[in-house]
T-cell receptor
Framework: GDSVTQMEGPVTLSEEAFLTINCTYT??????LFWYVQYPGEGLQLLLK?????DKGSNKGFEATYRKETTSFHLEKGSVQVSDSAVYFC??????????FGTGTLLAVQP | GAGVSQTPSNKVTEKGKYVELRCDPI?????LYWYRQSLGQGPEFLIY????????DSGLPNDRFFAVRPEGSVSTLKIQRTERGDSAVYLC?????????????FGPGTRLTVL
């Protein structure tokens, strides 16, 4: 069945460092891909999405490109801030609209 | 406007008891989803409703779990004969339609602890 694999955390970075969180997926057909973020004490929020191959989703300085050839959707940000500290989830929706999530990656940004 | 709300925010119960978890979706959203998030894991799909009907309940782990949405708005997730393994955060989400490109908006969750 469809699945998502993302890099394990925690990821600890200094402020202004470059961030990459890897995500790969397995799916039949052409899934839509998402990154969700969960800030401390808050609910899940959609960060960005891409719906077809080579699409780039972007929001709040974060970017991810839908790579069909490598079945990947890695999350990147050029310069992280302390306020980016959160848990990041990669997810897909395949033939149906239910979301399938990865296990989450905790990001801790230190000043 | 108001987001998705869930009550209670925390529920502690004893093994074998019955619990109900409530979800109020965003007004006008026709699709409603339930997910379960165990500690250190990503959310796992349980069931989704399009209107009043359960369109996909393939994620319900067993027949102790049941959900309803009688008027196409509020939904209740019901768990009978709770077990310690049911302890998790139960998340509700809603979207305008059940189209897979429609953003799902998540509630804050109900943390269920079964002692």
């Amino acid at each position: 069945g469809d699945s998502v694999t993302q890099m394990e955390g925690p990821v600890t970075l200094s402020e202004e460092a470059f961030l990459t969180i890897n995500c790969t997926y397995t799916a039949t057909g052409y899934p839509s891909l998402f990154w969700y973020v969960q800030y401390p004490g808050e609910g899940l929020q959609l960060l960005l999405k891409a719906t077809k191959a080579d699409d780039k989703g972007s929001n709040k300085g974060f970017e991810a490109t839908y790579r069909k050839e490598t079945t990947s959707f890695h999350l990147e940000k050029g310069s992280v801030q302390v306020s980016d500290s959160a848990v990041y989830f990669c997810a897909l929706s395949g033939a149906t609209n239910k979301l399938i999530f990865g296990t989450g990656t905790l990001l801790a940004v230190q000043p | 406007g108001a987001g998705v709300s869930q009550t209670p925010s925390n529920k502690v119960t004893e093994k074998g008891k019955y619990v109900e978890l409530r979800c109020d979706p965003i007004s006008g959203h026709t699709a409603l989803y339930w997910y379960r998030q165990s500690l250190g894991q990503g959310p796992e799909f349980l069931i989704y409703f399009q209107g009043t009907g359960a369109a996909d309940d393939s994620g319900l782990p067993n027949d102790r779990f049941f959900a309803v949405r009688p008027e196409g708005s509020v939904s209740t997730l019901k768990i009978q004969r709770t077990e310690r393994g049911d302890s998790a955060v139960y998340l509700c989400a809603s979207s305008w339609t059940s189209g897979r490109l429609d953003e799902q908006f998540f509630g804050p969750g109900t943390r269920l602890t079964v002692l």
